[in-house]
């Protein structure tokens, strides 16, 4: 990413790049003993740090989701364990404890309650955790704890993933200067409602945690909840932030500047790692962001942008590089929003395709330069009032579906 023109300085180290931060990864050979790869990582904040998470709003939730949520009403979180390869999802009690023992593990070795570590879990559904490959590596992962070692945890919690998601930035506060740092995975199952993703962010700025909870809640509805691959919602999609205050800054509480500055620039990086996602899909070839205008309400605009970047005949237009400004009429009537059809604009990077509810004079040509590009934006302005809303996309390819035929089969034979 250019630093050019960014609102923020960006700075490396990812999750350690805040001070007190250190993390680390090893190789565990979680989804395959013979295909041995970063697998398992740890963050760690050497003091207290005020925590605050979102987690998937599947009725359905992996045994770490669970298990994070009663470990949170502790309010004294220091750890974050996590592991690619395997979900720890419908797996039952032995889930539970599964999870419990990675929690217990990890704070054995750190001299923590096991309530003040979390855990994470993304990969394969359904397959019981191979703890005998897992148990093992903790001393080994707490062991080699350091401000280094972002890019190997980055990697650690990936799987469908083609590269690692990492951000860090340097923020002024007041008389000093705070550090965010993230990293995230995702590139299938995305459609988040609080799409598979994780995301752990850490800064060093002292924030209350009542103050810390509304950031996160407000920014994630912003951010994560923007973007779609394919309108899958997870198992176990989580967001968690912990704020260390060893920046020295004076605890942020509810309104002023400096509140609103926090608020921004952690809204600043979701969006980064949310677009890092989409950009990321599996097998996808186009970035596209549905912007939707003139609702009625914001709910409208909601429904219909959210619509239109879930269709799987838009998203196979756009795979082909086809303007196909006829789809994206359908989906908006099944939408369930508030339209009139004769009142509909539809534009493609700002070249207009169809104004009201027909075809517009635009050559089909310059329409199909625009869907060709890797990035382009497509907005819809209904034009029976002021509300607005937007989403992040990808198109859907042949490659998608072959990539995600045997997910299952594949480990279970193994």
Request: aromatic share 4%; net charge positive; glycine share 8%.
């Amino acid at each position: 990413m250019s630093s050019r023109n960014l609102p923020y300085r960006l700075v490396e180290g990812g999750v350690t790049a805040p001070a007190g931060f250190l993390s680390n990864a090893v190789q565990c050979g979680i989804k395959s003993a013979a295909k041995l790869r970063l697998d398992l990582g740890l963050i760690y904040s050497e003091r207290p740090a005020v925590t605050a998470a979102a987690f998937t709003s599947n009725k359905v939730k992996a045994a770490p989701v669970k298990l994070c949520q009663a470990h949170l009403r502790s309010n004294d979180i220091r750890a974050v364990i996590v592991n690619s390869g395997n979900a720890n999802a419908c797996t039952g009690p032995r889930g539970i404890c599964d999870a419990k023992a990675m929690a217990s593990a990890a704070a054995g070795q750190l001299d923590l309650n096991p309530t003040q570590v979390l855990v994470g879990s993304t990969g394969i559904i359904g397959l019981p955790m191979p703890m005998e490959r897992i148990t093992p590596k903790i001393p080994e992962l707490v062991k080699g704890l350091s401000r280094s070692k972002n890019d190997d945890i980055a990697r650690a919690i990936m799987t469908s993933d083609t590269k690692p998601k990492s951000i860090s930035i340097e923020v002024p506060l007041g008389s000093k200067t705070i550090r965010i740092g993230a990293i995230a995975k995702g590139a299938g199952m995305i459609s988040p409602s609080m799409g598979t993703m994780l995301c752990y962010i850490t800064t060093d700025a002292a924030v209350g945690l009542a103050e810390l909870k509304k950031c996160v809640s407000s920014c994630v509805q912003t951010t994560f909840n923007r973007i779609t691959i394919d309108g899958d919602t997870s198992t176990n999609d989580t967001v968690v932030v912990m704020a260390n205050g060893a920046a020295g800054n004076r605890s942020i509480k509810a309104g002023g500047s400096q509140c609103e500055t926090f608020h921004n620039a952690l809204e600043w990086v979701m969006l980064q790692m949310a677009k890092a996602i989409v950009g990321d899909g599996e097998r996808v070839t186009k970035f596209v962001e549905v912007i939707v205008k003139g609702a009625a309400t914001h709910m409208d605009a909601r429904r219909v942008a959210e619509t239109v970047a879930n269709s799987l005949l838009v998203k196979c237009s756009w795979n082909g590089g086809d303007a196909n400004w006829g789809r994206i009429m359908h989906a908006i009537g099944y939408s369930r929003a508030r339209i009139r059809e004769d009142l509909i604009d539809i534009f493609f990077d700002g070249h207009i395709a169809t104004r009201n509810g027909i075809a517009a004079n635009t050559p089909v040509e310059v329409l199909r330069k625009v869907v060709a590009k890797k990035e382009f934006t497509v907005t819809i302005d209904l034009n029976i009032g002021k509300a607005g809303y937007n989403v992040y996309t990808s198109d859907l390819s042949q490659e998608y579906v072959d990539f995600n035929r045997t997910e299952y089969a594949a480990p279970v034979k193994a």
